[in-house]
T-cell receptor
């Protein structure tokens, strides 16, 4: 089992719709969770971080964390074509002895006009 | 100006050559990381450094070495490049001295696209 799993996609949504991206992780002691956006050939850009169960909203983005079920999700409201990118989920792994981030392989999102 | 810079941005080299990728940061962060990214494999940690005197191997350190010349500079070397080291390489930084909840947030440089022929 991979430490961090994401559906590779592509996830296709029409402009204006809600895009829902999901991520599951295997290490129950993980404490910090991140969503990065990566355009093709570019570097990952931090979108959201979440540390507590529940929802965290920032503009059109909402991160949701459920530690009991070991999943974290990202909702993008009013999706725009400029949101088309690969979204990477990252989880810290304190059991390795330091604050190491483990990345999923990413979900590709396509927003059509 | 970018907080994390990488040079070169693109590099084509031949098998057996020694090359160095450089990373500099003005964020004042103490921790620095090198990752490689291959299509479909996500980001893999090569080396990380908590400070100038602390360097550690990551998941895929074979064939690579690093040097932390200063808090702001972290270089990655390929002693003898091979074609399967063709990838995107990213440097990242994080700050261990900030709020506890944010100490593992990593910020990435623009990347170096390396091609080994």
């Amino acid at each position: 089992q991979k430490e961090v799993e994401q559906n590779s996609g592509p996830l296709s949504v029409p402009e204006g719709a809600i895009a829902s991206l999901n991520c599951t992780y295997s290490d129950r002691v993980s404490q910090s969770f991140f969503w990065y956006r990566q355009y093709s050939g570019k570097s990952p850009e931090l979108i959201m971080s979440i540390y507590s169960n529940g929802d965290k909203e920032d503009g059109r983005f909402t991160a949701q964390l459920n530690k009991a079920s070991q999943y974290v999700s990202l909702l993008i409201r009013d999706s725009q074509p400029s949101d088309s990118a690969t979204y990477l989920c990252a989880v810290n792994n304190p059991s390795t002895g330091f604050q190491k981030l483990v990345f999923g392989t990413g979900t590709r999102l396509l927003v059509s006009p | 100006d970018a907080d994390v810079t990488q040079t070169p941005r693109n590099r084509i080299t031949k098998t057996g050559k020694r090359i160095m990728l450089e990373c500099s940061q003005t964020k004042g962060h103490d921790r620095m990381y090198w990752y490689r990214q291959d299509p479909g494999l996500g980001l893999q940690l090569i080396y990380y450094s908590f400070d100038v005197k602390d360097i550690n191997k990551g998941e895929i350190s074979d064939g690579y070495s690093v040097s932390r010349q200063a808090q702001a500079k972290f270089s990655l070397s390929l002693e003898s490049a091979i074609p399967n080291q063709t990838a995107l390489y990213f440097c990242a930084t994080s700050d261990s001295t900030g709020l506890a909840a944010s100490t593992d947030t990593q910020y990435f440089g623009p990347g170096t696209r390396l091609t080994v022929l």
